[in-house]
């Protein structure tokens, strides 16, 4: 047995020296070292032989296996370093080869309406707040002079979640959230801008679009005050030229209230299909904050006074982009949305 086990031991060593890739070198190892190998065979015999050489036969075989092992382990190292440099060969990579154009993203043109309405405002000393979209009946309609059962509800068809929540369905609501946590009632300059939600669905309006609301309460404040900051903004993202009217409206929460429209300029306010013929584009609607607004909210409407606007970032987008369908804003469609890469 002594001999038998001299000879598999060679006869490995052999056949590990002579394997040629990693797969025929586990076949090896499998052949003499596995459960059915020629090594385990052995030990398996030694039933067979007196107990007194059963050590013996037992250390040959282990010794055996140690250098079959060790010889396995040599090669195994040797043929990755060959198998690595035949990797690196085939697979090197020409690097004077022009490379291949990585396809980018672009800034969302609402992202670029939002970001260009907040640096303006944060540059006139407002601060930039945020509400939540799930809001309550109280902050969205009664802390804003629409109690229950007033006819102004029916203007917006709103999402109720229950009889008290509610997907908001104007930035509006951020007002009075504003208003009652400045518990030094301290003045405000604020803009809000975020997502609203109205049952809306067709070429100029959606379900969900975004609202830019601005509010400022302080002693002393007019409408000349308003009509000086509208101006500023509507300059500022439609261009200089720009001329704003003023046209009395309703909205519940201000008084007076106005809507705002700017000479349309596609065509210089001469009349066109944009502007239906008429030079002017409505923009968006503003007012004096209403005295029940500032006195529900915990301000003294006989010392302080304010004004808010608010109008649609789709809108505006439409308008300074030239879009004729707001529901490409949320088609995601590459190519309309690469239009808008670096555009100022």
């Given at each position: 047995?002594?001999?038998q086990?001299?000879?598999?031991?060679?006869?490995?060593?052999?056949?590990?020296?002579?394997?040629?890739?990693?797969?025929?070198?586990?076949?090896?190892?499998?052949?003499?070292l596995?459960?059915?190998?020629?090594l385990?065979?052995?030990?398996?015999?030694?039933?067979?032989?007196?107990?007194?050489?059963?050590?013996?036969?037992?250390?040959?075989?282990?010794?055996?296996?140690?250098?079959?092992?060790n010889?396995?382990?040599?090669?195994?190292?040797?043929?990755?370093v060959?198998e690595?440099?035949?990797?690196?060969?085939?697979?090197?990579?020409?690097?004077?080869?022009?490379?291949?154009?990585?396809?980018r993203?672009?800034?969302?043109p609402?992202?670029?309406?939002?970001?260009?309405?907040?640096?303006?405002?944060?540059?006139?000393?407002y601060?930039v707040?945020?509400?939540?979209?799930?809001?309550?009946?109280?902050?969205?309609f009664?802390?804003?002079n629409?109690?229950?059962?007033h006819?102004?509800r029916?203007?917006?068809?709103?999402f109720?979640v229950?009889?008290?929540?509610?997907?908001?369905t104007?930035?509006?609501?951020?007002q009075?959230?504003?208003?009652?946590?400045?518990?030094?009632?301290?003045?405000?300059?604020?803009?809000?801008?975020?997502?609203?939600y109205?049952?809306?669905?067709?070429?100029?309006?959606?379900?969900?679009?975004?609202?830019?609301?601005?509010?400022?309460?302080?002693e002393?404040?007019?409408?000349?005050?308003?009509?000086g900051?509208?101006?500023?903004?509507v300059?500022?993202?439609?261009?200089?030229?720009?001329?704003l009217?003023?046209?009395p409206?309703?909205?519940?929460?201000?008084e007076?209230?106005?809507?705002?429209d700017?000479?349309?300029f596609?065509?210089?306010?001469k009349g066109?299909?944009?502007?239906k013929?008429t030079?002017?584009?409505?923009?968006?609607?503003?007012?004096m904050?209403?005295?029940?607004?500032?006195?529900?909210?915990?301000?003294d409407?006989?010392?302080?006074?304010?004004?808010?606007?608010?109008t649609?970032?789709?809108?505006?987008?439409?308008?300074?982009?030239?879009?004729?369908?707001?529901?490409?804003?949320?088609?995601?469609d590459?190519?309309?949305?690469?239009?808008?890469?670096?555009k100022?």
């Amino acid at each position: 047995m002594k001999e038998q086990i001299e000879k598999i031991k060679i006869t490995a060593k052999e056949e590990v020296k002579n394997a040629l890739d990693l797969q025929s070198l586990d076949e090896v190892r499998v052949k003499y070292l596995g459960k059915k190998g020629e090594l385990t065979g052995v030990l398996r015999g030694m039933g067979a032989i007196s107990q007194e050489e059963r050590p013996i036969i037992g250390g040959l075989v282990n010794t055996a296996k140690e250098e079959i092992e060790n010889a396995i382990k040599e090669k195994e190292e040797e043929l990755k370093v060959i198998e690595l440099n035949k990797k690196l060969e085939n697979e090197k990579i020409d690097i004077t080869l022009p490379s291949v154009k990585v396809k980018r993203g672009s800034k969302h043109p609402i992202n670029r309406i939002i970001e260009e309405l907040e640096d303006l405002f944060v540059s006139m000393g407002y601060d930039v707040v945020d509400g939540p979209e799930l809001e309550t009946d109280e902050y969205c309609f009664e802390r804003l002079n629409l109690p229950k059962g007033h006819p102004a509800r029916d203007m917006q068809d709103t999402f109720y979640v229950t009889t008290e929540y509610l997907l908001r369905t104007q930035t509006s609501a951020v007002q009075a959230r504003v208003m009652m946590d400045n518990k030094e009632k301290t003045p405000i300059r604020v803009i809000c801008p975020g997502k609203t939600y109205r049952r809306d669905d067709d070429a100029t309006h959606s379900h969900q679009f975004g609202q830019i609301e601005g509010l400022v309460i302080d002693e002393g404040i007019s409408l000349a005050h308003l009509k000086g900051t509208l101006e500023v903004f509507v300059k500022h993202m439609l261009g200089a030229d720009s001329k704003l009217r003023f046209r009395p409206s309703y909205f519940p929460f201000t008084e007076p209230s106005y809507e705002v429209d700017v000479s349309c300029f596609k065509c210089g306010g001469k009349g066109c299909n944009l502007c239906k013929q008429t030079g002017w584009i409505e923009i968006l609607g503003s007012g004096m904050v209403h005295p029940n607004v500032l006195k529900m909210n915990g301000y003294d409407p006989e010392k302080y006074s304010g004004f808010a606007f608010g109008t649609g970032l789709d809108r505006l987008a439409m308008f300074k982009y030239g879009i004729t369908d707001i529901r490409l804003l949320y088609a995601n469609d590459v190519r309309f949305l690469n239009q808008f890469d670096r555009k100022d």
